[in-house]
């Protein structure tokens, strides 16, 4: 993971459990005050609410106790691994694109950072300049030919 989304993930965090945690203890505590928690449907969404708030809580946690930070000095060129910025050629649509290699946490599409768990980042990961890869997404299949890889 790069030290950006490392530092993005850990903001998240402290958002969701300060003033996340807070605003789901509000909304508990207003809909607990209407009366009858039997058939109060706003306790219950705001109960489901803080159920989702501490999965993704949860998850935030384990993903930063699991992360191992990449120094981007230390990724090659002459394969594309996590981190690589790669640029391929789509035989299929006619059109070139330039791709970060990222994690799942921090991929961004309208950024070009695409995880490495995706289709397309399954297939060019480990490949080098030159090599053409095939893949087959929910759209049919992409030839994609790797045109160039950078840090």
């Known amino acids: 993971m790069s ?10 965090l402290k958002d969701l ?6 605003e789901i203890a509000e909304e508990i505590a207003e809909a ?14 705001a109960k489901e609410a803080q159920g989702m708030l501490e999965k993704r809580i949860a998850e935030l946690e384990n993903a ?7 120094d981007e000095e230390d990724i090659k060129t002459d394969k594309a691994y996590l981190l690589s910025t790669v640029t391929i050629y789509n035989h299929t649509v006619d059109r070139e694109v330039k791709y970060t290699l990222v994690s799942k946490d921090e991929a961004n599409f ?12 399954q297939a060019i990961l480990g490949s080098e300049v030159g090599e053409v890869v095939e893949v087959d997404v929910p759209a049919g299949t ?6 160039n890889i950078e840090r």
């Open 3 to 12: 030290r950006e989304g490392f530092e993005k993930l850990e903001a998240e």
């Open 17 to 22: 459990k300060t003033r996340g945690r807070k």
């Open 32 to 45: 607990r005050a209407k009366g009858d928690l039997s058939e109060n449907a706003e306790y219950d969404a």
């Open 64 to 70: 930063l106790a699991n992360a191992r930070i990449l």
């Open 110 to 121: 309208k950024e070009n950072k695409i995880s490495i768990e995706s289709p397309i980042g």
């Open 142 to 147: 992409l030839k994609l030919e790797i045109k």
